[in-house]
T-cell receptor, first 115, second 111 residues
Framework: DGGITQSPKYLFRKEGQNVTLSCEQN?????MYWYRQDPGQGLRLIYY???????QKGDIAEGYSVSREKKESFPLTVTSAQKNPTAFYLC??????????????FGPGTRLTVT | GQQLNQSPQSMFIQEGEDVSMNCTSS?????WLWYKQDPGEGPVLLIA?????ELTSNGRLTAQFGITRKDSFLNISASIPSDVGIYFC???????????FGAGTTVTVRA
């Protein structure tokens, strides 16, 4: 079964700690994305990657970092510099960035709570 | 990304009703996508539209890409209880391949 997996589903951290959210896809997609969703709001882009070993900042990258060492994996680190880290985090992938295939497919999400 | 204006913000449905929601932008879009999100889950792609005027169905769902390329609507016919959730529009502006999202329409069953 092809798809995107995110783990864990729920994550709790103390303020001041860095935390890494996992995202894996077996769709053979080139592009991967991280979004943040807050209650009652749309999705906001944190980082995206079109190819391995390359990634770009999205609209709200401050306090976050990513890596793309493998095509299948795009982990997101929420650092202690992120002022309001509590949110629902969604990972997505698409066949390619640009071109005709703009359809993004999402994982089940990770709910991060920082206290 | 550019913010899309999605309306209504919320709606109540009664089983069997037809419902409609729409999305507008201030600039031309190349692609319109409609997603549904259940509570605590990731959005699921329902319909993708690529041409102005295109009308596409997926079961009881029908979506259209507006002629002006600045709007799109989604209709749900003969709604059923499992239609509840949040529906998002998304699109690619003419000059940017990144997706822009609407704030969502929350669909709830009327008691």
């Amino acid at each position: 079964d092809g798809g995107i997996t995110q783990s864990p589903k729920y994550l709790f951290r103390k303020e001041g700690q860095n935390v890494t959210l996992s995202c894996e896809q077996n769709l053979n997609h080139d592009a991967m994305y991280w979004y943040r969703q807050d209650p009652g709001q749309g999705l906001r882009l944190i980082y995206y990657s079109q190819i391995v070993n390359d990634f770009q900042k999205g609209d709200i990258a401050e306090g976050y970092s990513v890596s793309r060492e493998k095509k299948e994996s795009f982990p997101l680190t929420v650092t202690s510099a992120q002022k309001n880290p509590t949110a629902f985090y969604l990972c997505a992938s698409s066949k390619r960035a640009g071109g005709d295939s703009y359809e993004q497919y999402f994982g089940p999400g990770t709910r991060l709570t920082v206290t | 990304g550019q913010q899309l204006n999605q309306s209504p913000q919320s709606m109540f449905i009664q089983e069997g009703e037809d419902v409609s929601m729409n999305c507008t932008s201030s600039s031309i879009f190349n692609t319109w996508l409609w997603y549904k999100q259940d509570p605590g889950e990731g959005p699921v792609l329902l319909i993708a539209l690529y041409k102005a005027g295109e009308l596409t169905s997926n079961g009881r769902l029908t979506a259209q890409f507006g002629i002006t390329r600045k709007d799109s609507f989604l209709n749900i016919s003969a709604s059923i209880p499992s239609d509840v959730g949040i529906y998002f529009c998304a699109g690619h502006p003419n000059n940017d391949y990144k997706l822009s999202f609407g704030a969502g329409t929350t669909v709830t069953v009327r008691a």
